[in-house]
């Protein structure tokens, strides 16, 4: 299985344990509208070495605001672990924020998501 396909599999599995009801999506939409058109943006790293493992993200709002989050990893892991870790909790910061679109930067990978309803369904676009 190749990294790009783990990375994303961890981000769909995130996206399926946080969903929201498709009531909600008509008052998010509203609120979007109102506040802003603008994407945040989230860098995300980890890293692994003789002391432990760590991972780390920041949140960068549309007005350039930052939200850093880091993290210590308190079990033997990989670098590609540390990095989904990283990401993850990143992503988790986002959804806890509230944030509806987000571009995401991990080393030399770039995703970018943003939400759209399409007969009623909701399609994630990267």
């Known amino acids: 299985m190749s990294q790009k396909s783990v990375k994303g599999q961890a981000i769909a599995d995130m996206l399926v344990e946080n969903p929201l009801k498709?009531?909600?999506?008509d008052e998010i939409d509203e609120r979007i509208h109102?506040?802003?058109?603008?994407?945040w943006t989230m860098y995300f790293d980890?890293?692994?070495?003789?002391?432990?493992?760590g991972t780390g993200a920041v949140l960068i709002s549309p007005s350039g605001?930052?939200?850093p989050v880091a993290a210590k990893l308190v079990?033997?892991?990989?670098?590609?672990?540390s990095e989904?870790?990283?990401?993850?909790?990143g992503l988790q910061l986002a959804i806890d924020m509230k944030v509806k679109r987000l571009q995401v930067y991990g080393d030399s990978a770039?995703?970018?998501?943003s939400k759209q309803e399409v007969n009623g369904k909701?399609?994630?676009?990267?």
């Open 22 to 25: 498709s009531n909600d999506w």
């Open 34 to 39: 109102l506040v802003s058109q603008d994407k």
């Open 65 to 67: 605001q930052h939200y």
């Open 84 to 89: 989904y870790e990283a990401c993850i909790l």
């Open 46 to 53: 980890g890293a692994v070495n003789l002391s432990g493992s």
């Open 110 to 113: 770039r995703l970018s998501f």
């Open 75 to 81: 079990f033997p892991c990989t670098n590609n672990i």
């Open 122 to 126: 909701l399609v994630i676009q990267n």
